[in-house]
């Protein structure tokens, strides 16, 4: 019987402590569809490029050559109208020259001609261990300690 006044009372007391006052609402707003749609065409560019009034006419070329790196590089291009030739040459890291002749002619695309100069050379393996690291003696420290205070009685 105890038990059913303790679950009544407690039952009692849980309804006495209920505010009153209505609980807050934290709904979103409702959408609004009336938002205007946005636009992804890009904008007509304001400028008109003047058309070429003669066919391309160029010439270039360049080279590099660094005994230092080892780097040994270069090219030249003509073009005349829709004819073009040109070359480039590198040096490879295996020793030799590789050299590129190639002619665009029109429509014929690009028809090239590869050549190397030179035998390739390989380094001689070594499957020696790599030595040891030596890090010598540990440093001094580099700054000094404070003395201690003294000792108080």
């Given at each position: 019987?105890?038990l059913?006044?303790?679950l009544?009372?407690?039952l009692v007391?849980a309804?006495?402590?209920?505010p009153?006052?209505?609980?807050p609402s ?5 959408p609004?569809?009336?938002a205007?749609?946005?636009?992804y065409n890009?904008p007509?560019p ?5 058309a070429?009034?003669a066919?391309?006419k ?23 109208g ?5 070359s ?15 002619t665009?002619?029109?429509d ?11 035998e390739a050379q390989?380094p ?5 261990p ?6 010598g003696?540990?440093p ?9 205070p003294?000792?108080?009685?």
């Amino acid at each position: 019987m105890t038990l059913k006044v303790v679950l009544v009372s407690a039952l009692v007391a849980a309804t006495l402590a209920r505010p009153d006052t209505p609980r807050p609402s934290y709904n979103a707003p409702a959408p609004s569809y009336n938002a205007p749609v946005p636009s992804y065409n890009a904008p007509a560019p304001s400028y008109s490029a003047p058309a070429p009034e003669a066919p391309p006419k160029y010439d270039y070329n360049y080279a590099v050559k660094d005994e230092y790196s080892g780097n040994d590089f270069g090219a030249q291009e003509a073009r005349d109208g829709y004819d073009t030739q040109g070359s480039y040459y590198v040096q490879l890291p295996d020793g030799r020259l590789q050299k590129v002749t190639y002619t665009v002619n029109g429509d014929s695309g690009f028809v090239a001609d590869v050549i190397y100069e030179g035998e390739a050379q390989y380094p001689q393996e070594s499957y020696a261990p790599a030595p040891k690291p030596s890090y010598g003696p540990a440093p001094a420290p580099s700054y000094k300690p404070a003395p201690a205070p003294p000792a108080y009685q």
